[in-house]
């Protein structure tokens, strides 16, 4: 069975206290993020890494302030979670709205998907349920992400369970994925 993991928008500007916009308590899910990413490099299962690539004027900083501007420090991944990932730059909140995601998403041929970073109730949300879409099982690594409005972010976890997806951690990914 092939499994993808996705690693949504685990940049600077959103994991690192200095970033622009700072998701609070970030930071300590880049080593599980890492742990992660590093198995999937060594195991042979693909990651795939979204990130923001906004341009200096991009219409996103309307709503939210700016961000992820393409090639600053910010818009990089911390150092610790590079693994030989495939990364996916996107300008919109959903990869499944940028150009190019479907038809790698149909490339990767994946049979179930593991689905951590930011923010939970937002990028991470559209992730998870743009996966589910796909009918393959789907699982959100609950010590892998971090929100920004935690009672959005629980509701978000619920309906995905209601949905079918699976709400799994860290440890019980890298031991399913151990021996692979």
């Given amino acids: 069975m092939k499994t993808v993991f996705f690693d949504i928008d685990t940049q600077n500007d959103f994991m690192l206290p200095s970033g622009a916009l700072y998701v609070p308590g970030a ?21 795939v890494s979204t990130v923001d690539a906004h341009a200096e004027d991009d219409p ?25 990932q495939i990364i996916f730059s996107k300008q919109v909140l959903s990869c499944f709205d940028a ?7 149909k490339e990767l041929g994946a049979d179930r998907y593991a689905v ?47 949905r079918g997806g699976v709400l799994t951690d860290s440890q019980s990914i890298l031991s399913l994925h151990a021996g692979a």
């Avoid at 996103?60 to 030989?84: I, M, N």
């Avoid at 150009?99 to 998403?105: K, Q, R, S, T, V």
């Fill in 99 to 105: 150009p190019g995601f479907a038809p790698l998403l």
């Fill in 116 to 162: 951590y970073g930011v923010v939970t109730e937002i990028c991470v949300r559209f992730a998870a349920f743009g996966l589910l879409e796909t009918g393959k099982p789907v699982s959100i690594v609950t010590d892998a992400i971090r929100s920004l409005n935690s009672p959005e972010a629980q509701k978000m976890l619920d309906e995905f369970a209601g």
């Fill in 60 to 84: 996103e900083f309307g709503s939210w302030p700016p961000h992820c501007v393409a090639g600053t420090l910010g818009q990089q991944k911390p150092q610790s979670t590079l693994a030989g």
């Fill in 27 to 47: 930071e300590h899910i880049v080593p599980t993020i890492a742990r992660l990413n590093h198995l999937a490099s060594a195991r042979g299962i693909q990651v």
